[in-house]
């Protein structure tokens, strides 16, 4: 496998949504479509394969026809649960992906050369990852990690030793990768509060 065939994207939508809310952040409307919807179309034709990670009842993403992934762990673990379970569900695909890529549900304007950039930034090593980064800004959620770095992580998370998304960033053999912004806009832009949605839509609706 090459190119985007040889990574699986898993969409990171386990978030709590407490500036929402408590909303169900995935399935929130922007312009009259869902924002997990808004975000596989962008991602989708970027990798070989997707999955959602997202704790609770899968039924309610039975309309995208996606594998569903929850949490390895009991415990909450933020993103780092979320990459997690990508690691683990790459390993049990045929052929395995070499890489996962991770990004946001709530990033409805990721670039649409986000893995194929990541990739390219990659060295043939097995052992580097990538992360994005956009006005002077790291985006440690938007990153390309190699599935072989799995037991490290697990480990990690398994004994304490890792918590955080930069924390494992910072572990590891690492490259940036710079992304101009959008029409003045940070692409990586999370929509946390309802007046950031609100925000999203009146663009949209500027572009139509």
């Known amino acids: 496998m090459s190119g985007r065939d040889d990574v699986l994207g898993v969409i990171l939508a386990g978030g709590q949504g407490r500036r929402m809310g408590g909303a169900d952040k995935a399935l929130l409307p922007l312009a009259g479509r869902p924002l ?4 596989v179309a962008r991602f989708a034709p970027q990798v070989g394969r997707l999955a959602l990670s997202a704790n609770g009842d899968p039924a309610r993403f039975a309309e995208l026809g996606l594998p569903v992934l929850a949490d390895p762990f009991a415990e909450n673990v933020g993103p780092l ?4 379970s990508g690691l683990v569900h790459a390993a049990t695909l045929d052929p395995p992906p070499r890489f996962v890529a991770t990004v946001a549900v709530d990033t409805p304007g990721l670039p649409l050369d986000l893995v194929a950039r990541l990739r390219a930034a990659v060295p043939d090593d097995g052992r580097t990852l990538a992360v994005a980064r956009s006005a002077g800004r790291i985006h440690p959620v938007a990153a390309l990690h190699p599935r072989e770095e799995a037991g490290d992580l ?4 398994a004994d304490g030793s890792i918590r955080r998304v930069m924390g494992w960033i910072e572990s590891r053999p690492s490259v940036v990768v710079d992304f101009a912004l959008d029409d003045g806009r940070d692409p990586f832009a999370n929509l946390n509060t309802p007046a950031d949605l609100a925000d999203a839509e009146a663009r949209l609706s500027m572009r139509r």
């Open 36 to 39: 997990i919807a808004r975000v």
């Open 81 to 84: 649960g979320g990459l997690a």
């Open 154 to 157: 697990l480990a990690g998370l």
